[in-house]
């Protein structure tokens, strides 16, 4: 084993645009994010926020009409992917980025068994020792809580969602890759087989000394395992911290919205209050100013014109005007 | 004005729709090269026999012409204009083809809608009476129907194709009601208790129109070569004017095949086959946005 | 008021040549659904809950036990009679995307139930037209903006809410919520919530709730009645807020336990129950059916089932025993 490490990756300036009939617009408008090394990073946002372009970037792999089209994407011991192409690229994709595709797709091959797909990878990987290749799966899926053989032995639909969700975390890692991203893993799964899965997820990923990334629509998820979070917003990282931070003391309007739009099983239930408006869409993203500001209870003269840089504040980065300045307390209670 | 003219006029889609269809078609050449293509067809089948009235003038002294400025495609063992015979043979195929494509779709999206629809016993019976169309040999079948039969008319042809070819539509239109009627609108609309026919007309046969009119006009190129090929054969007199009826001549009596003379009568039919095909199917590629108002509205 | 006694449902899986497997959807449930009350069913996926909706909702038949609906058992009813009453307990569905078709402008789908309304108790077009403007106000949209446009130019969040001004055009008794809000983004879901709230209160209407976010069913209503269903078995039924505060069947706190906590605003229970297996339809149907995934089973919950006791917070275990599995304030 060669590059046993966790490696860190640094996204900066990144842009990525899609090619429509009315012309480029961006998915992802100059996004910059770091990942530590050996830390779980949740990327959390609404559909179309950019989270899983944000993700496939990480692999270089935003699919046409889609494409990168600025910035760059720094992974240890790999160097700017965006500049990856050909053998290189696929050989990093599962080498050293190992990508787990959401739960409810349906990313296995019906007609193949799981081994049969392993021994694909290995071969496509030009793997040496294949023996030692299942060997290692069964290892892994053991470790997971499954039965490797049987498993292994399994057409996809013999195998529960959580099961497929597994397999799908042992075909990410199988190939020793030590920056892992999941896309939301635990969408469509019930309550506790997503319980399972998540803890899993922090297990493998801590004793494996795994850089990870999880792209989700649910806080909840977010914030059972992650480290540290990214708010994701129209495109733009608006909010990252450290997790319990940017829950228990949110400072962008968006994030403090989401949080109290979620219900909860304790506590009064009139607390939680609906954001107004809507998410926007690649279409209707603003051109200028603040993407936030139609649905902001902060909203200033400044926020139509000036789009807010990213600012930190300690360990955490916020992109905000009214962050930092003396709230306006004419705003509407409920916001507050 | 009355208070309820005051009110915004609902969605008029049939406006829209057209429009739409224009909007679909210029998004890409080809299409339009398509509709050209099918509406000069379509010219030719409706004004042909007005541009050349039969009998169509003879040339004795020019059998087997080559091509020329005259006769462009030449002229045929009689010393007739191939171009014009081309022309006027447009309106017996255009006809007969529409005629199976309505018939077959007609037969094949009703039986289909009926059984898929309503499952159970009507399934059955009505697949079963598909199974056995299907099975049908529609060749000899019409060998021997030819012999009591003349086929004068474009239509007695396109009846009989039609009848013999609906069951593949009626098998996909089934299946595609069995998915759809499993759909979260079709449920809903039963659940408010609109009426069937409301459901069939209004909700599930909109929603596989563009597949209908697929095969509809795939219907037509099929028709088109089943007669074309029936004349071609000789197996139908030669009562009419026929694209298949010239090529027959020109194989069988001109020697298309060994002598380069019948060469021009023997490719200008099969170059208006071809030419007509092209158009339809370069128009089908358009049916699913023109259908769909998602694609559509872009 | 609709209510059920000893629904029961098997589905006959025909398979291959060895002969199929029937799967017990429903081993007789009883539920009662007030006017104006919230029933929220939860439990896994495969658990009956699904199926439990849509015989509420008339789009599937049972095999025995009997539902009464305004006093009228519906088992003695011809088919359309049935219907009809059935009627007065519209579905919405999970995926608004499915749920309106996507070749009819909203126009067209509010349009056709209300004439058909209309027709019925003798009304003009013009009450259609303005009862469709009536109706998508009251769920908080915009009927000069909705109306001429086809589904896919309306977001998800708004979808759903034309989904549930078109069950509105029956003016029905019940309004079936099967996952309502799961495929709609966070910040728009408690706005679907709301609407659902707001019109028990408004229209009084009943709303049955199926889904497994527990979190959801308490905003629905604390006032609402929960059954925890488990494959096919109601385990725990009580008062929403008495059965999330104080659970007492396993099961109940394993679901309960499994809802992720939102570090840095609150603290995991103290007594989380984890399931000692995952769930497999294929365990053997003796005894307690929780029972081979249950922490705390005995001998006898492997050989004798319990049955569901207690009046207003039932529950079906031998060994029932409030634990303090949910998050609480971190502040606290």
């Known amino acids: 084993m060669t590059e046993s490490f966790a490696p860190g990756v640094r996204v900066q300036d990144l ?112 793997v040496a020792d294949l023996p030692a290749l299942l060997r290692e799966a069964r290892a892994l899926l053991g470790r997971m809580g499954l039965d490797g053989g049987r498993v292994l032995d399994s057409y996809q639909h013999e195998l529960s969602g959580g099961m497929r969700q597994r397999v799908g975390i042992m075909l990410a890692l199988v190939l020793n890759a030590h920056l892992v991203v999941l896309d939301e893993p635990t969408t469509a799964l019930d309550m506790i087989t997503q319980a399972t899965i998540l803890r899993i997820v922090k297990e493998v990923h801590r004793e494996r000394g795994l850089t990870t990334l999880i792209v989700t629509h649910d806080i909840g998820v977010a914030a059972e395992v992650t480290d540290s979070l990214a708010v994701m917003y129209g495109g733009r990282v608006v909010e990252h911290g450290p997790t319990m931070d940017v829950l228990g003391s949110p400072r962008h309007p968006y994030t403090r919205g989401l949080i109290r739009a979620i219900p909860r099983l304790s506590g009064d239930i009139g607390e939680a209050t609906a954001l107004p408006g809507r998410p926007p869409t690649l279409g209707t993203i603003p051109a200028e100013g603040c993407v936030f500001r139609e649905r902001c209870p902060l909203r200033m003269a400044v926020c139509d014109t000036v789009d807010p840089a990213p600012a930190a504040y300690g360990e955490r980065t916020v992109a905000c005007h009214a962050v930092g300045r003396p709230v306006n307390l004419a705003v509407r209670k409920e916001y507050v | ?297 872009e | 008021m609709i209510t059920g006694t000893g629904v029961t449902k098997t589905y006959r899986q025909r398979g291959n040549l060895l002969g199929g497997r029937d799967v017990q959807a429903l081993r007789g449930v009883d539920f009662a659904i007030e006017k104006g009350g919230a029933v929220t069913f939860i439990g896994e996926s495969g658990c009956g809950k699904t199926t439990l909706g849509r015989i509420v909702a008339g789009l599937e038949t049972y095999d025995s036990g009997e539902i009464v609906i305004d006093g009228t058992p519906m088992s003695g009813l011809r088919h359309r009679q049935r219907q009809a009453h059935f009627r007065r307990v519209q579905l919405i569905h999970q995926d608004p995307y499915s749920a309106l078709n996507p070749t009819r402008t909203i126009h067209q789908t509010l349009h056709a139930p209300l004439a058909l309304r209309a027709r019925q108790k003798g009304r003009s077009k013009a009450w259609a037209e303005e009862r469709a403007r009536e109706l998508l ?83 629905i209503g604390d006032d609402g009645e929960l059954y925890v269903i488990y494959r096919g078995q109601v385990v725990e039924r009580g008062p929403t807020e008495a059965v999330i505060s104080e659970p007492v069947h396993p099961y109940t706190q394993a679901l309960l336990s499994a809802i992720p906590v939102l570090r840095g605003v609150e603290r995991p229970g103290a007594e989380r129950v984890v399931p000692t297996e995952a769930l497999d339809e294929r365990h053997a149907d003796t005894g307690c059916l929780f029972a081979r995934r249950c922490p705390f089973r005995t001998e006898r919950c492997e050989s004798e089932r319990p049955s569901l006791e207690g009046t207003v917070h039932g529950h079906a275990c031998y060994h029932p025993q409030p634990r303090a599995v949910i998050p609480v304030e971190a502040s606290a």
């Open chain 1, 15 to 126: 842009t990525v645009v899609y090619r429509t009939p009315v012309g480029e617009l961006p998915a992802l408008a100059g996004v910059g994010l770091t990942l530590a090394p050996g830390t779980i990073t949740g990327i959390v946002g609404e559909s179309g926020s950019g989270k899983s372009t944000l993700a496939l970037s990480l692999l270089n792999a935003v699919q046409p009409p889609g494409r990168i089209s600025g910035g760059s994407v720094e992974i240890d011991g790999l160097g700017d992917v965006v500049r990856l192409t050909g053998d290189d690229l696929r050989r990093a994709r599962g080498r050293q980025v190992g990508y787990v595709f959401q739960a409810a797709q349906n990313s296995l091959n019906p007609l193949k068994t799981v081994g049969k797909q392993l021994l694909d990878l290995g071969r496509s990987h030009d």
């Open chain 2, 1 to 297: 004005m009355t208070v309820t003219q005051l009110l915004p006029a609902p969605a008029t889609p049939r406006r829209n729709f057209w429009r739409g269809v224009l909007r679909v078609m210029r998004r890409k050449p080809s299409r339009m090269a398509g509709v050209a293509i099918v509406a000069l067809f379509a010219f030719m089948g409706l004004f042909g026999p007005l541009l050349y009235p039969s009998p169509l003038p003879r040339d004795d002294n020019a059998l087997y012409a080559a091509p020329s400025w005259a006769h462009p495609f030449g002229t045929d063992f009689e010393g007739t204009d191939v171009l014009a015979l081309v022309v006027t043979g447009t309106r017996y195929v255009l006809l007969a083809g529409l005629a199976t494509a309505v018939i077959t779709v007609a037969l094949g999206t009703g039986i289909g809608l009926l059984a898929g629809f309503h499952r159970g016993r009507w399934d059955t019976v009505l697949m079963r009476l598909t199974d056995l169309q299907l099975t049908i040999p529609g060749l000899p079948l019409l060998l021997v129907l030819s012999t009591v039969w003349k086929f004068t008319s474009p239509l007695e042809m396109g009846v009989v194709l039609g009848v013999l070819g609906w069951g593949g539509i009626a098998r996909a239109v089934r299946s595609q009601t069995l998915s759809l009627r499993e759909r979260g609108f079709i449920e809903a609309a039963r659940g408010l208790g609109l009426s069937t026919r409301h459901i069939v007309g209004r909700e599930l046969l909109p929603s596989m129109a563009p597949y209908i009119a697929m095969n509809m006009l795939i219907a037509v190129t099929g028709a088109i070569y089943a007669q074309v090929g029936l004349f071609f054969l000789g197996v139908l007199p030669f009562d009419a004017n026929n694209w298949g009826v010239m090529l027959n001549l020109a194989v069988f009596g001109g020697g298309a095949l060994t002598s380069a003379a019948a060469l021009p009568y023997l490719l200008a039919p099969l170059l208006a086959i071809l030419l007509l095909t092209l158009g339809i199917v370069l128009v089908v590629d358009a049916m699913d946005e023109i259908f769909n108002p998602r694609l559509r509205e």
């Open chain 3, 137 to 219: 106000t009251l769920v908080g949209i915009d009927p000069g903006y909705v109306l001429p446009r086809y589904p896919h130019q309306l977001s998800g969040g708004m979808r759903q809410r034309v989904v549930i001004a078109r069950a509105l055009t029956v003016d029905p008794e019940v309004l079936v919520a099967d996952e309502s809000v799961s495929m709609i983004d966070v910040s728009l879901r408690l706005g679907i919530l709301a609407l659902l709230k707001d019109l028990r209160e408004r229209l009084n209407v009943s709303v049955l709730f199926i889904t497994h976010d527990i979190a959801t069913a308490r905003y």
